[in-house]
């Protein structure tokens, strides 16, 4: 699993990378790309609870409340995507590195699918 065996230190790792421009700026990008769309109560409702789900099963295995935070982040953005059904290359590499059990947090893995063809 993604976070076994996870260290503090490389915790701390992780979040100093996502700091990096590199990372930050990306995600900034792909984020002010869709942070006007507007979505129905029911499809927030849940996003949200797909996030709390996250947020809270990456606490429970780190005891980090900030790697929690940008996973859920991410997987928000990525389901905001998903559901406005916006292609992006950078927000489906993201989903991808996840799905190969990697936190994204510099370079992410390439994916030659679409965003909807990893999801299904």
Known sequence: ????????????????NRDSSEFSDRWMNAYQAIE?????EETEDKISDIRKE??????R???????????????????????HNIEDSWVTNLL??????????GELMKSEKTLKELVQ
Request: charged content about 20%.
């Open 1 to 16: 699993m993604i976070l076994d065996n996870i260290t503090p230190e490389k915790i701390d790792k992780i979040l100093d």
């Open 36 to 40: 006007e769309k507007s979505t129905d």
């Open 54 to 59: 996250i947020f809270v099963s990456t606490f």
């Open 61 to 83: 295995n780190t005891g980090s409340s900030d790697l929690p935070a940008y996973i859920s982040d991410d997987f928000g953005l990525i389901c905001s995507y998903f559901i």
């Open 96 to 105: 991808f590195t996840y799905l190969n059990h990697q936190i994204p947090d």
